[in-house]
């Protein structure tokens, strides 16, 4: 049975339902002016593209070649019969040469423009059932015959092509999918991952064996069906000879349209995507194949490949630029070609990785989003290289990206962990502005920058903030808290931490006794400051040398010398011995007293525990010089000279007060000289003192000179 008489019937009636006007004879011109509108002539339609086409039996046997047909039975008349990629070509198929009547027609309305695609389809379909278009083309009998133009002829073909080829990709996906999930690819994918093989590597592998597996079975697929035609040539060529050629009749092949009601609705793999909003679905499956199938770099080769050599070759301090254009020159890189150069280039030479890739930034070809830059300023942040990292954040700002939390994130660790409060503060409040809750890390890194700022109070306050988010803080941060509390001597902050680790369910340990102990003795609570040490050891904990130090440096502060000797003696029954920090706070406090022998008696023990700490030769240099022994003195003062980086303000006013005290005017001017060196600033009471000493000069030399 021919296709003609079925499919003219089934358009007609799918014409009806769009349209009340009469159907448009089969053999209607595109350009004929009776489905004109009144008010203007059309113009024929023009072609999108200007290639030479192919006849219409070339795509026929590509879409046969996607998949078998199923024949309908003739007698069939139903509409819902589904006819596979027939179907599926013929829904494309009038989707996209819908689009462009109508936009060569822009004036007609909307019946004109179905009546024209009627009449398209019943001439596509009823050419391809004949099989082939060759004596359309001939623009002699085009321009004679009733038919359609040859320009609209080539927009025919040109759409076929089109959506020939986007079915064969289809295809090739769909196959591409079944191979990665074939038994073959996975048992090696299974090997590879035993032998040590991860990551993106793996996925690179697990692409190029099902791709190796999907060619090798086309290609035996081909040369069966070259076996097949082969036979079938050699039948007929037989049969010819022999004078017996029969031709088997076989039932005719009918492929219909889909169902139309209203506008054209089409539909693939069984999803209605008529709807505009598929577009962007169709969007996202678009990119997400990209991760799918990952796109493969370009081979390097020739003149490429030593420029890639001399790239990887160059050193730090070197200029990668001119290289890196000629590279570009001779690839036209895309990013998947960029990222293995920078890959390479991690591997051999870190430094010159972060100079490239930050040059590489810029670069159009490279399609840099904003992870680029966060991964390179964490790059840098890790490296403690804060300046490098801000020009990197700069220069993504200027190309008006903002920071996100991933980004924000990296700030807040990079600024806290290099002591820069503000800026990490600025980073944090970002995070929390763009409703991000932020995790124990980013806390832990705010809060050990408001310790290391001298702040441990907005530090505590972060850590209520994750209490109250029920996530319990790391032992770590308490004992910081509870360090910065025992230093500036702020008891009530470190009884609260103290509390805090109890509730938190952290039992006390001796380096939190040992801190409680040194936060009442620098308060100036002697009395407190030995309970706590009293509760440590009924706790359990013997004291060492550092907490024993602690406690007595508590009693040197009220110079309770007898109640500090008592309580060394009754330790040392219990079988402690004094180590280097006890003998330095009891020298330095023998000293202040001004008693040189005790004072030397127990300098001899502390050289016998280790290395002299720059405190003693404080201590050393203000007795001696109150003393008049100039020549110790001075010995002592050029230790602390060569430690002079890590003199603080008060000590270096102890050892300025302790030479004028002595009567050395000039050391102390010196000494006074470097104080201002090293960007401090001298108090008052220094200031008065100095100018005392100096006047003082002034008139014991008047005195010399003037004769008896």
């Not at 090696?188 to 991860?198: D, K, N, P, S, W």
């Not at 602390?640 to 300025?656: G, H, N, P």
Request: aromatic share 6%.
């Amino acid at each position: 049975m021919k296709m003609k008489p079925f499919f003219s019937k089934q358009a007609k009636t799918l014409f009806r339902k769009t349209t009340p006007k009469p159907p448009f004879s089969p053999s209607f011109h595109i350009n004929s002016p009776s489905i004109s509108p009144p008010s203007s002539s059309l113009p024929p339609l023009k072609p999108q593209l200007h290639k030479p086409f192919n006849p219409i039996s070339t795509f026929t046997r590509s879409l046969h070649s996607l998949h078998q047909l199923q024949p309908l039975e003739p007698d069939t008349e139903s509409d819902e019969e589904n006819d596979g990629p027939m179907n599926e070509f013929l829904s494309r198929f009038v989707y996209v040469i819908r689009g462009k009547i109508s936009e060569a027609y822009p004036d007609c309305d909307k019946e004109t423009i179905n009546g024209m695609l009627l009449v398209i389809v019943e001439k596509v379909v009823f050419e391809m059932e004949r099989g082939g278009l060759d004596e359309m083309l001939d623009v002699s009998k085009m321009t004679q015959s009733l038919d359609l133009s040859q320009d609209l002829w080539k927009t025919v073909w040109e759409v076929s092509n089109s959506v020939l080829e986007d079915m064969r990709k289809a295809r090739k996906r769909e196959e591409m999918k079944k191979f990665i999930q074939s038994e073959e690819v996975k048992e090696m994918c299974h090997f590879a991952g035993q032998v040590g093989i991860r990551g993106a590597m793996l996925r690179e592998l697990r692409f190029k064996w099902a791709r190796e597996k999907m060619e090798e079975s086309e290609f035996y697929k081909e040369l069966e069906r070259i076996r097949r035609e082969t036979r079938e040539d050699d039948s007929s060529e037989s049969m010819r000879i022999d004078g017996e050629v029969s031709v088997d009749e076989k039932p005719p092949k009918v492929v219909t349209l889909p169902q139309r009601r209203g506008k054209i609705k089409y539909k693939i793999y069984g999803l209605d995507l008529s709807s505009e909003e598929w577009a962007e679905v169709a969007d996202r499956i678009h990119e997400a194949e990209k991760i799918i199938i990952p796109e493969e770099p370009k081979l390097i080769t020739g003149k490429c490949k030593m420029v890639t050599q001399r790239i990887l070759g160059l050193k730090k301090e070197d200029d990668p630029t001119a290289l890196l254009a000629e590279w570009k020159e001779l690839l036209q890189p895309s990013r998947v070609d960029w990222l293995r150069l920078l890959d390479r280039l991690k591997e051999q030479n870190v430094g010159l990785y972060l100079k490239v890739a930050e040059i590489i930034l810029s670069e159009e070809s490279f399609g840099t989003n904003i992870r680029d830059y966060s991964r390179l300023i964490d790059a840098h942040a890790k490296a403690n290289r804060i300046k490098d990292a801000e020009r990197i954040l700069h220069n993504m700002t200027e190309k008006g990206i903002e920071p996100d939390i991933l980004t924000s994130t990296i700030l807040v660790l990079m600024y806290g962990a290099a002591g820069n409060l503000d800026r990490a503060k600025d980073a944090f409040e970002k995070l929390r502005s763009q409703g991000f809750r932020p995790d124990m890390k980013v806390y832990n890194s705010m809060i050990m920058a408001y310790v290391n700022a001298g702040q441990p109070k907005a530090g505590e306050s972060l850590m209520r903030e994750l209490e109250v988010r029920d996530i319990k803080p790391g032992k770590e941060i308490y004992m910081e808290l509870l360090r910065a509390f025992a230093h500036r001597g702020h008891v009530d902050g470190a009884q609260r931490i103290v509390n805090a680790m109890q509730f938190a369910g952290l039992e006390p340990t001796l380096e939190s006794c040992t801190l409680l102990v040194e936060a009442y003795g620098q308060a100036g609570d002697p009395d407190q400051a030995r309970n706590n040490f009293d509760y440590m050891m009924t706790s359990g904990y013997k004291p060492d040398d550092r907490c024993t130090s602690s406690m007595i440096a508590a009693y040197e502060k009220k110079n309770l010398l007898d109640k500090a000797l008592n309580l060394l003696l009754d330790l040392e029954k219990d079988g402690f011995e004094p180590g280097l920090a006890t003998y330095t706070v009891l020298v330095d406090w023998l000293a202040k007293l001004q008693l040189v022998d005790e004072t030397e008696q127990l300098l001899g023990k502390a050289v016998e525990k280790g290395d002299i700490p720059l405190k003693i030769q404080i201590s050393l240099c203000d007795m001696y010089s109150r003393a008049g022994v100039e020549k110790k003195a001075r010995k002592a003062l050029g230790i602390v000279e060569r430690e002079k980086q890590s003199l603080s303000a008060d000590e270096f006013e102890r050892i300025i007060t302790g030479l004028l005290a002595g009567g050395l005017d000039q050391d102390a001017k010196r000494i006074h000289e470097v104080m201002r060196a090293q960007g401090y600033t001298s108090s008052e009471p220094i200031k008065v003192a100095l100018i005392a000493a100096q006047a003082l000069s002034r008139q014991k030399q008047v005195g010399r000179q003037v004769p008896r």
